[in-house]
């Protein structure tokens, strides 16, 4: 069937007008990052008037934008690690057996996603702030009560997700395996976890992601010492002055792990959803 012009035309202004509204952002923000100040506060205007990498220098010693760097880095990838990690033995538990209990358990799992963070925030608070007081173990103002936080999150769609990839996985191959007198695990490790890598590259990078940009708990439940990137950007805005160029400078720079993680793994993160997604 041949596309019509009509069609043609109408195809076109979509494309370009989606290209414009995603492109048209980036290009503010890279302009911006390369202005002085004093241009940015004058007026918005679409080409600087004096291109300066000054903003990629000084972002680093207006702010500890390393410190907060650090805390990001250390922060989401444990809790990408131990997403992955406990993802992957409960969902080959739910994928293989048929035990009491599975369908709540997973109903229960996927629920979770139902409900806005921000409803969470107050329980998770005081539950930490009783766990100090009663035990003794700091966990407000800690990065392992973040990590803990961001596994509440990231853990219940990893495994809804890895099951998914699981029950695709055909089972002659666990049968075989266990002809040749593997175990369950080392059918898990040497024979499930390799033909399931684009799904765990999924999940990963899905839990990256949410921990990587996550603002509302970071902001309550970290200190000085703790602070994330996401929260730590707000910290360019002062009482009496707003360094906007240092703010899109940090913002792009913070910005491209992110990014270059992502492309390199695009083709595994794609598979790993769609297979992930339909059993």
Same mark, same amino acid.
């Given at each position: 069937?041949? *596309?019509?012009l009509?069609? !043609?035309?109408?195809r076109t202004?979509?494309?370009?007008?989606l290209?414009?509204?995603? %492109?048209?952002?980036?290009?503010?923000?890279?302009?911006?990052?390369?202005?002085?100040?004093?241009?940015?506060q004058a007026?918005f205007?679409?080409?600087?008037?004096?291109v300066?990498?000054?903003?990629?220098i *000084?972002?680093?010693?207006?702010?500890?934008?390393?410190?907060?760097?650090?805390?990001?880095?250390?922060v989401?990838?444990?809790?990408?690690?131990?997403s992955v990690?406990?993802?992957?033995?409960?969902?080959?538990? =739910?994928?293989?057996?048929?035990?009491r209990?599975?369908?709540?358990?997973?109903?229960?799992v996927?629920?979770t996603q139902?409900?806005?963070g921000?409803?969470f925030? %107050?329980p998770?608070?005081?539950?930490f702030?009783?766990?100090?007081?009663?035990? $003794?173990?700091?966990?407000?103002?800690?990065?392992?009560g973040?990590? +803990?936080?961001?596994?509440?999150?990231s853990?219940?769609?990893?495994?809804?997700m890895?099951?998914?990839y699981?029950? $695709?996985?055909?089972?002659?191959l666990?049968?075989?395996? !266990?002809?040749d007198?593997?175990?369950?695990?080392?059918i898990?490790?040497?024979?499930?976890?390799?033909?399931?890598?684009?799904?765990? /590259?999924?999940?990963?990078?899905y839990?990256?992601?949410?921990?990587?940009?996550e603002?509302?708990?970071?902001?309550v439940?970290?200190?000085e010492?703790t602070?994330?990137l996401?929260?730590g950007?707000?910290?360019?805005a002062?009482?009496t002055?707003?360094y906007?160029?240092? /703010?899109l400078?940090a913002s792009?720079? =913070?910005? +491209?792990?992110v /990014?270059?993680g992502? %492309?390199?793994?695009? !083709?595994?993160?794609?598979a790993?959803?769609?297979?992930?997604a339909? !059993?």
């Amino acid at each position: 069937m041949r *596309e019509t012009l009509g069609e !043609k035309i109408f195809r076109t202004v979509v494309l370009v007008g989606l290209g414009l509204f995603v %492109l048209l952002p980036l290009y503010v923000m890279i302009t911006t990052s390369l202005k002085p100040l004093g241009d940015v506060q004058a007026g918005f205007s679409w080409l600087p008037s004096r291109v300066t990498f000054g903003p990629f220098i *000084e972002m680093w010693s207006t702010v500890p934008l390393a410190r907060y760097f650090m805390n990001s880095l250390v922060v989401t990838s444990v809790a990408t690690l131990c997403s992955v990690v406990v993802a992957i033995f409960a969902a080959y538990a =739910v994928s293989r057996w048929r035990f009491r209990g599975r369908t709540p358990f997973m109903t229960t799992v996927l629920s979770t996603q139902m409900f806005p963070g921000v409803l969470f925030l %107050l329980p998770l608070y005081l539950i930490f702030v009783n766990i100090d007081t009663t035990f $003794g173990i700091p966990l407000v103002g800690t990065r392992i009560g973040l990590i +803990i936080t961001y596994l509440t999150f990231s853990l219940p769609f990893s495994i809804w997700m890895l099951a998914g990839y699981f029950d $695709g996985i055909p089972r002659e191959l666990d049968q075989a395996g !266990k002809v040749d007198g593997a175990g369950n695990l080392t059918i898990l490790l040497r024979i499930i976890l390799p033909a399931a890598r684009p799904g765990i /590259v999924a999940v990963a990078i899905y839990a990256f992601m949410t921990a990587w940009g996550e603002v509302l708990f970071a902001s309550v439940l970290t200190t000085e010492d703790t602070r994330t990137l996401a929260v730590g950007l707000r910290q360019y805005a002062t009482q009496t002055n707003v360094y906007w160029n240092q /703010v899109l400078a940090a913002s792009i720079a =913070v910005s +491209i792990p992110v /990014v270059v993680g992502f %492309l390199m793994m695009q !083709k595994n993160f794609v598979a790993g959803l769609t297979a992930g997604a339909v !059993k």
